[in-house]
């Protein structure tokens, strides 16, 4: 299962967590850090197609969603994984669950998240190549939520938000 609350911002599932990409379209050495803090990884290849992916989608979601709507939606969702987070520190499992799929239910008809699963959708193929097979899957994973929270809400245990 994928580990949900560090991705919650590549789908919203998946697009979105506290990456800090909402701020401003990152720069590839921003987006690189940025993975590797989320993914506890030294410099790696991996780390860095990881970056790229992030980096290309948040600039695909700008550019057809508009910047101001996308940082809008970002910072919203950043402030949700911020919390689940929160909760997480308290070892509330339920709590984070409930909250993740509570903003998953929130966000789903949002024009920035239907913008960035088009954006997934006409570059998966890139993804697949750039992020890896494993962050590749967990993104596939997040943009399916995103599109059925019902399929999140029977699948997403308290275990698996709080890894």
Request: with cysteine; glycine share 6%.
């Amino acid at each position: 299962m994928p580990r949900f609350h560090s991705l919650i911002c590549i789908a919203t599932a998946c697009l979105l967590s506290s990456t800090g990409f909402a701020q401003s379209a990152p720069t590839l050495a921003d987006a690189s850090r940025q993975m590797q803090h989320m993914l506890g990884q030294k410099n790696t290849t991996a780390a860095l197609g990881q970056a790229m992916v992030l980096g290309m989608l948040v600039n695909c979601t700008q550019k057809t969603a508009g910047k101001d709507a996308t940082q809008s939606f970002y910072q919203r969702v950043k402030a949700a994984g911020e919390n689940i987070s929160a909760a997480c520190k308290r070892k509330d499992s339920l709590a984070a669950q409930q909250l993740a799929l509570a903003t998953l239910d929130a966000q789903q008809n949002d024009p920035v998240l239907q913008s960035a699963l088009s954006c997934y959708d006409a570059q998966s193929g890139a993804i697949a190549g750039m992020a890896g097979a494993d962050m590749a899957n967990d993104i596939a994973h997040y943009a399916r939520w995103a599109r059925n929270p019902a399929a999140a809400h029977q699948e997403i245990k308290p275990s698996d938000i709080c890894r």
